[in-house]
């Protein structure tokens, strides 16, 4: 029977906190509604309310009482209802988590989930893709990932890491992904790339919702004769440089996608590495698709055009197969 | 410390004969003379320390960065530090270094953080009062105010969680109380009834602003009542009252009845930093304050309540003064850190 998304997430979180008296969880409307994407279904009811706390809606307290429980050997996990609110903890992540280990030698091994990303028609404060916020924020790794099966191996690498890990859900994928998980217990290391669909031509590196769009693309290029080869990054920070050097130095061109919009986001810095690392491999540009430079709009037309998908995907991948 | 003849049951009631004393009264009379004279050594040695890095270090420009002393707030730190189990985590702000000695830090770990040693708590990763020691449950300030406080909240429910009856305790200036991180903080404390124990010393100015508009309530302890927390008006310049209302205020957070705030009315005698004169301030505040120095009325107590001599006293004085040249000496010897740590320790793994 596979999995969903969703259900991965929720039973990796739940295997932690059966193997971790000291994993909690903490977040809004985590407890008896079961959270905003009912993540933590069931866990009140299986862990009961000193191990699953509803918190006010303060998401800086979230994160800033997430940090001062790490500090005291407990493992609590964070919820951010949406990616877009994580701004309002931002301080707490970026200043505080961050940088403790380095300035003072505190670790601070808490996790942030946060659901992201577009294709509901959430508007502008309901669909962000805010990874890039946090990617050069060093002191944080930051997971995104794009399976099921690598959803419930990533949160329990997570809830077992020993630094701050921002971990990024993308809520359209909660219930349209699955997989058949493996049996018994697994988990994925952080900072290791996947390779997720073999090929000759062309490398496409992504992560999170991307990689299914990729993947839509691929088949596509397939029947025009152009191999694509995917890339799911799964982790951003750190990052598995070797695995996309290997594709690229193999493939020879390369386009780095991400639903994120394009400026400054992190293609931009895959694009640059490439660019550095295997400059004399290339036999071509190296291209971004991204989302514009815009909020993410509400209404379908709108959020449609806004959005990668694979007919933008296509024709990029056609001009750089003919260059 | 000699067993003194005279001995005071209390701060404020008159000398008594020791032989008038029940043993019970005795115990506590010579509990309190050794509190005044523990908290006469701590109130000064962090003047000191803080004299010689302000006035003369940072001067000298040994000190690379910023320097933010708590000169005339020695008494919060030192009252409410004395108060705290070893077992009870501090979240100190960045004018109370008088915790860091109480929790056996030594000045010379405090002068090489200044001038960025290798032989400071952050090993030149991070100067001044930006400094933890996780095995002394100290945690380290960060510079943007009052994010200590969801920390130090979460630091109280997982004491909570654990089952033990220790207490947080988190110190912060009235500025602070005007970020929304101290709401936060409070509130969700508040609401799950962490032992927290919130010290604010109102010394009357967030940098240049005075208090007046920083808020527009009388006391930061008229905040306390809004989030159904109690809480406490002290005189922030006399170390016994801070330590009482600290003693009482922890009780009430072991005893699982949640956060309890502490207002020390203080005055901030020195500019926001070393680089600030504080000319905004008027100078009839710092000669009216400067009469209700916290040490030197711990002193006159001593001598009124024949809790010590002047001899006393001048020992401790001289034993500081001895302490801080040595650890002076000592930090400038510290090295650098070298350039080839600066990539170590981003990340654990």
């Given at each position: 029977m596979p999995s969903t998304y969703v259900e991965a997430i929720r039973e990796g979180i739940r295997e932690e906190m059966e193997r971790d008296a000291n994993v909690f969880l903490l977040g809004e409307d985590i407890g008896i509604y079961g959270g905003a994407f009912k993540v933590t279904a069931g866990m009140l009811e299986q862990f009961g309310e000193r191990r699953v706390v509803d918190t006010p809606i303060s998401e800086s307290a979230i994160v800033g009482a997430a940090i001062g429980a790490s500090f005291m050997g407990l493992r609590p996990v964070a919820e951010?209802?949406?990616?877009?609110?994580i701004s309002c903890g931002f301080d707490q992540i970026v200043n505080y988590a961050a940088k403790c280990r380095y300035r003072w030698n505190a670790p601070a091994p808490i996790v942030v989930r946060a659901p992201c990303g577009g294709g509901?028609?959430?508007g502008p404060f309901h669909?962000?893709?805010?990874e890039a916020w946090f990617t050069h924020t060093p002191g944080l790794k930051v997971v995104l990932p794009a399976t099921a099966r690598d959803a419930k191996g990533l949160i329990k690498s997570a809830i077992r890491d020993n630094d701050p890990v921002i971990f990024f859900e993308h809520k359209a994928l909660y219930r349209r992904v699955k997989d058949e998980l493996p049996e018994g217990e697994y988990t994925v290391p952080i900072g290791k790339a996947n390779v997720f669909r073999e090929g000759k031509h062309i490398s496409v590196i992504t992560y999170s919702a991307m990689v299914h769009v990729a993947a839509e693309a691929a088949g596509r290029m397939e029947k025009e004769g152009v191999s694509v080869e995917i890339i799911d990054l799964r982790t951003l920070t750190p990052l598995d440089e070797e695995t996309i050097l290997a594709s690229v130095r193999k493939t020879s061109k390369a386009i780095v996608l991400h639903e994120a919009n394009l400026t400054g986001g992190f293609g931009g810095e895959i694009a640059a590495r490439i660019t550095e690392k295997a400059f004399e491999d290339l036999d071509g540009p190296v291209l971004r698709l991204a989302a514009p430079d815009t909020p993410v709009p509400y209404c379908p037309p709108l959020e449609e055009a806004y959005l990668p998908n694979a007919d933008k995907l296509v024709e990029k991948l056609r001009w750089l197969a003919r260059y | 410390m000699g067993q003194q003849v005279t001995v005071i049951a209390g701060n404020t009631m008159p000398a008594v004969k020791l032989q008038e004393l029940n043993p019970e009264q005795v115990a506590e009379s010579h509990e309190r003379a050794d509190l005044a004279r523990r908290s006469l050594y701590y109130m000064a040695l962090m003047r000191e320390v803080e004299e010689r890095i302000e006035r003369r270090l940072y001067r000298q420009g040994k000190v690379v960065g910023g320097v933010y002393v708590g000169r005339g707030q020695e008494a919060i730190p030192v009252g409410s530090g004395l108060a705290a189990r070893p077992s009870d985590m501090l979240f100190p702000s960045h004018r109370d270094l008088a915790l860091y000695f109480i929790r056996g830090v030594a000045p010379r770990q405090v002068f090489a953080q200044y001038m960025g040693r290798a032989g400071g708590l952050t090993r030149g990763r991070d100067g001044n009062m930006h400094m933890g020691d996780l095995d002394r449950k100290l945690v380290a300030i960060i510079?943007?105010?009052?994010?200590?406080i969801p920390v130090a909240a979460g630091a109280a429910m997982a004491i909570k969680y654990q089952g033990r009856d220790d207490v947080a305790w988190v110190w912060f200036g009235d500025?602070?109380?005007?970020?929304?991180d101290w709401h936060e903080g409070i509130n969700l404390a508040t609401v799950r009834k962490a032992p927290l124990v919130l010290i604010c010393n109102?010394?009357?100015?967030?940098y240049s602003t005075p208090l007046s508009k920083q808020m527009a309530c009388r006391n930061v302890a008229d905040r306390a009542p809004g989030y159904g927390m109690p809480s406490v008006i002290v005189d922030g310049n006399d170390v016994l009252a801070v330590h009482d209302a600290a003693v009482k205020a922890a009780a009430h957070a072991r005893a699982g009845l949640g956060p309890y705030l502490i207002e020390c009315k203080t005055f901030r005698m020195t500019g926001h930093s070393a680089h600030d004169p504080a000319d905004y301030v008027p100078k009839h505040l710092f000669e009216e304050w400067s009469e209700l120095c916290p040490i030197r009325r711990m002193e006159k107590r001593i001598l009124d309540q024949g809790w010590g001599s002047s001899a006393e006293i001048e020992e401790i004085h001289a034993r500081i003064r001895r302490e801080t040249d040595e650890a002076i000496e000592w930090a400038q010897n510290s090295p650098y850190p070298d350039a080839s740590e600066l990539l170590d320790g981003v990340y654990g793994s």
């Open positions: 951010i209802q949406f990616a877009d609110f509901i028609h959430g669909s962000q893709q805010n | 510079s943007a105010m009052a994010a200590s500025g602070a109380t005007s970020r929304g109102n010394n009357q100015y967030a």
